[in-house]
C-alpha cells in the first residue's frame, strides 16, 4: 500500500510538471513556427519560464466579483483538474502499480463528467460570455464522445476486452494503426475537439466570446482551468498511443511508448499554428454526417475481420 501511494504521488508530481513544460513546448514551437523567438529571457533559453508564470498566478490576487454564484464558482476548477487527475490512474507503463480490468469504460464515465466542470464554470460566473462559451463547449464535447465511443468500440472489438492491458497485448505483433488508420486519425481529430483545442476552441472564441467560460477567473482558479485543459491534452496523447501504437512491456518499449506519446502531443501543436478556427455549423457537420456514419461502417466491418483473425 506504502508503495503504491508512493508511485502515485511521484507520478502526479510528473504529470504536473509534464504539463508546466509542455507549456513552454507549445510557447517556443508556435514562436519558431511564426519565425519568432518565443521565452527566452527567464532561465537558459527560457526553461524556467512555466514556473515564473505559475507562481505569478497562484501570487495573484482573486478579483473579487458581486454577482458570483461563489460556491460552485471556486469549486468548478477543481473538479475540473480532479477528474483530469483522476482519468490519469490508467497510464500505462511497464513497472505501474495497478490496472484496470474495465479501464476503457472508466475513461468514459470520468470524461462524460468533465462537461460539468465547464458547465458549472460558465453559469456561476452569472457573466453572458461564460454562459454562451460554456453551452458551446458542452455542445462540441457531447457531440464528439459520441465518436469517440464508438471508434473505441472498434477496438474494443479487435482485442475483445475492455482492459488497457489486453489492448496493449492484442498489438504484440502488429499496432492498431496499421489496422485501422482512418481510424486513427478520425480519433485524432475527435481529440482535438474533445480537448476545445484550436481549430475547435469554440469554448475559448477570443475575437467572438472574449475568452469564453474562464472570463471571470484569474490567479490560482485559471491556474487550475489551464492545468486541467493541459493535463487533458497529455492523457489524450498517452491514450492515442496505447490505443494505436501499443505499451510498454520493457525499459526500451517504454521509451517508444512516450516517444509516441509526445509526438501525438506536438501535433496538437502543429494543429495549432496550421489552421484556422472552423465555423460552429461545420463543426457539428464533422462529427454527425461524417465522422458517426464511418464509425458505424468501421465498426460493422471489425466484426467478420475479428472472427477471421480468431480462425
Given at each position: 500500500?506504502?508503495?503504491?501511494?508512493?508511485?502515485s504521488?511521484?507520478?502526479?508530481v510528473?504529470?504536473l510538471?509534464a504539463?508546466?513544460?509542455f507549456?513552454?513546448?507549445?510557447?517556443?514551437?508556435?514562436?519558431?513556427?511564426?519565425?519568432?523567438?518565443?521565452?527566452?529571457?527567464v532561465?537558459?533559453?527560457?526553461?524556467?519560464?512555466?514556473l515564473?508564470?505559475?507562481?505569478?498566478?497562484f501570487?495573484k490576487?482573486e478579483?473579487?466579483?458581486?454577482s458570483?454564484?461563489?460556491?460552485?464558482?471556486?469549486?468548478?476548477?477543481?473538479?475540473?483538474?480532479?477528474?483530469?487527475l483522476?482519468?490519469?490512474?490508467?497510464?500505462?507503463?511497464?513497472?505501474?502499480?495497478?490496472?484496470f480490468?474495465?479501464?476503457?469504460?472508466?475513461?468514459?464515465?470520468?470524461?462524460?463528467?468533465?462537461?460539468?466542470?465547464?458547465?458549472?464554470?460558465?453559469?456561476?460566473?452569472?457573466?453572458?460570455?461564460s454562459?454562451?462559451?460554456?453551452l458551446?463547449?458542452?455542445a462540441?464535447?457531447?457531440?464528439?464522445?459520441?465518436?469517440?465511443?464508438?471508434?473505441?468500440?472498434?477496438?474494443i472489438?479487435?482485442?475483445s476486452?475492455?482492459?488497457l492491458?489486453?489492448?496493449?497485448?492484442f498489438?504484440?505483433?502488429?499496432?492498431?494503426?496499421?489496422?485501422?488508420?482512418?481510424?486513427?486519425?478520425?480519433?485524432?481529430v475527435?481529440?482535438?475537439?474533445?480537448t476545445?483545442?484550436?481549430?475547435f476552441?469554440?469554448?475559448?472564441?477570443?475575437?467572438?466570446?472574449v475568452?469564453?467560460?474562464?472570463?471571470?477567473y484569474?490567479?490560482?482558479?485559471?491556474?487550475?482551468?489551464?492545468?486541467?485543459?493541459?493535463?487533458?491534452?497529455?492523457?489524450?496523447?498517452?491514450?492515442?498511443s496505447l490505443?494505436?501504437?501499443?505499451?510498454?512491456?520493457?525499459?526500451?518499449?517504454?521509451?517508444?511508448f512516450?516517444?509516441?506519446?509526445?509526438?501525438i502531443?506536438f501535433l496538437?501543436?502543429?494543429?495549432?499554428?496550421?489552421?484556422?478556427r472552423?465555423?460552429?455549423?461545420?463543426?457539428m457537420?464533422?462529427t454527425?454526417l461524417?465522422?458517426?456514419?464511418?464509425?458505424?461502417?468501421?465498426?460493422?466491418?471489425?466484426?467478420?475481420?475479428?472472427?477471421?483473425?480468431?480462425?
Open positions: 500500500m506504502s508503495l503504491s501511494f508512493l508511485w504521488v511521484i507520478s502526479y510528473c504529470i510538471l504539463v508546466a513544460f507549456t513552454l513546448l507549445e510557447r517556443k514551437g508556435l514562436s519558431y513556427m511564426q519565425k519568432r523567438k518565443g521565452p527566452n529571457k532561465g537558459y533559453f527560457g526553461v524556467i519560464q512555466p515564473a508564470d505559475a507562481l505569478k498566478l501570487l490576487e478579483s473579487k466579483i458581486q458570483l454564484n461563489k460556491i460552485p464558482y471556486y469549486f468548478a476548477p477543481m473538479m475540473s483538474l480532479v477528474l483530469c483522476c482519468l490519469w490512474l490508467l497510464y500505462w507503463s511497464s513497472f505501474m502499480v495497478w490496472t480490468n474495465l479501464g476503457v469504460l472508466f475513461f468514459l464515465c470520468v470524461s462524460a463528467l468533465n462537461v460539468y466542470g465547464t458547465m458549472i464554470s460558465g453559469w456561476a460566473s452569472n457573466s453572458k460570455y454562459l454562451l462559451g460554456s458551446r463547449a458542452m462540441q464535447t457531447i457531440s464528439y464522445e459520441v465518436s469517440l465511443f464508438l471508434i473505441l468500440l472498434s477496438i472489438c479487435l482485442s476486452s475492455f482492459s492491458k489486453y489492448i496493449v497485448f498489438q504484440f505483433k502488429f499496432w492498431n494503426c496499421f489496422i485501422l488508420f482512418p481510424i486513427f486519425l478520425m480519433w485524432f475527435a481529440c482535438v475537439a474533445e476545445n483545442r484550436a481549430p476552441d469554440f469554448a475559448e472564441g477570443e475575437s467572438e466570446l475568452s469564453g467560460f474562464n472570463v471571470e484569474g490567479g490560482g482558479f485559471f491556474a487550475l482551468i489551464f492545468l486541467a485543459e493541459y493535463a487533458s491534452i497529455l492523457f489524450m496523447s498517452m491514450l492515442s490505443f494505436f501504437f501499443g505499451g510498454g512491456y520493457s525499459f526500451f518499449s517504454d521509451f517508444i512516450w516517444g509516441l506519446a509526445s509526438l502531443s496538437f501543436i502543429w494543429v495549432r499554428a496550421t489552421f484556422p472552423l465555423r460552429y455549423d461545420l463543426l457537420k464533422l454527425w461524417s465522422f458517426l456514419p464511418v464509425s458505424l461502417l468501421v465498426l460493422v466491418w471489425n466484426i467478420p475481420f475479428k472472427f477471421l483473425m480468431m480462425s
